[in-house]
């Protein structure tokens, strides 16, 4: 396999979810074409894609005796259109709420797809993105041109492939270039309900709470819990390992992660990635800041550049309790920290 057809199928399996193997087969699951619903909690479905479009993000849908309660809108209005449908395989209840775990373009940009009779709850910094030129973050923008590159290293691999590799290399741009397509929709859609710190639902007998614990990921991470059910939707805020840093607040993470410490749930349920049970991983993702942060901050102070100090940092000893991929450091996290450290970071 050469190292364009690897890098292809690498992205477009990470672009697609299908990263998310792991999840436990004992549970209920419910497959559509594009996306897989798996009753982690009665009535509680936690949605990854199944690789037949991009959808890039896990969402949450909870389901109550009256309506239902959606948790991001993953990256597109046409993957989203897809995770209604899917929901309509489960329930008749009518979405009532769509909750942004934040403003990032592969959990929000779905918004719009839900209509204006659809309540859209964030945080108050997750409305301020969203509302003012949120196809102008540096995230959604370096996604775009990014995944148009993807799509013609797909097509170029495409002109040199075997036989047995074109019927997966089509299938992959089919894919790519619907995606592609589908971004050109987007019309961003920001919370019209905003919390500051903590809000409540109580609904058809479910009690379900948003709480802001503190910057993290970005400056509005909003964690959604089901005390009744403990289980917590962490959004990106806590993965499987460390999130990107690109928009976040690396040196008040760690302590961001000792608060959601303090609430009482047994499974995590990340914006990427499978859903796990081990709370060690936080205090394994909190040690992986703090050094990070304590790194970044001496180079700063010494004023090495962001492009030198990327190639000094060294953290592959975390790789002993976190994946291997989630310790490396980019240039755009170092940056981000510089930016907070010379106090330019909103």
């Known amino acids: ?55 890039r993000s896990n969402a949450m849908v909870v389901v109550t005796e009256e309506d239902v309660l959606v948790v991001d809108s993953h990256i597109t209005p046409a993957a989203a259109r897809a995770l209604i449908e899917g929901i309509e395989r489960i329930t008749d209840n009518p979405i009532r709420t769509l909750v942004n775990t ?62 047995w590799e074109r019927e997966d290399l089509e299938t992959q741009i089919s894919i790519q270039a619907a995606h592609v397509e589908s971004t050109a929709e987007i019309d961003p859609a920001p919370p019209d ?11 058809g007998g479910r009690e379900i709470e948003l709480h802001f614990l503190g910057r993290a990921h970005t400056g509005g991470d909003v964690v959604v819990y089901l005390p009744a059910e403990r289980l917590v939707f962490t959004g990106d805020m806590m993965l499987g390992g460390p999130p990107w840093p690109g928009d976040g607040w690396v040196n008040e993470w760690p302590a961001t992660l000792e608060r959601l410490k303090q609430l009482d749930f047994d499974l995590i349920l990340p914006g990427h990635g499978p859903y796990f049970r081990d709370r060690k991983l936080i205090d394994h993702v909190q040690a992986f800041h703090r050094e990070l942060w304590e790194v970044v901050s001496g180079l700063h102070a010494e004023g090495v550049s962001a492009e030198d100090a990327v190639e000094r940092i060294d953290l592959s000893h975390h790789a002993e309790n976190l994946p291997p991929a989630r ?7 170092v940056q981000r920290m510089y930016m907070v450290l010379d106090g330019t970071a909103n």
């Open 102 to 163: 934040h403003f990032h373009y592969d959990h929000a940009h779905g918004n719009q797809a839900f209509g204006p009779d659809v309540r859209v709850v964030g945080h108050e910094y997750t409305r301020r993105k969203m509302a003012t030129a949120p196809l102008e973050e540096h995230t959604f923008k370096g996604s775009s041109e990014r995944d148009r590159l993807a799509l013609e290293e797909l097509r170029a691999a495409l002109e040199t492939a075997s036989d």
């Open 1 to 55: 396999m050469t190292t364009t057809r690897s890098t292809a199928v690498l992205l477009s399996l990470c672009a697609a979810g299908l990263l998310v193997a792991g999840l436990a087969a004992e549970e209920h699951a419910i497959e559509t074409g594009t996306h897989r619903f798996e009753e982690v909690a009665d009535g509680v479905y936690f949605v990854s894609g199944t690789g037949a479009m991009v959808t």
């Open 327 to 333: 310790v490396r450091v980019d240039l755009r996290g």
């Open 193 to 203: 309900t905003t919390l500051a710190e903590k809000m409540s639902f109580f609904s």
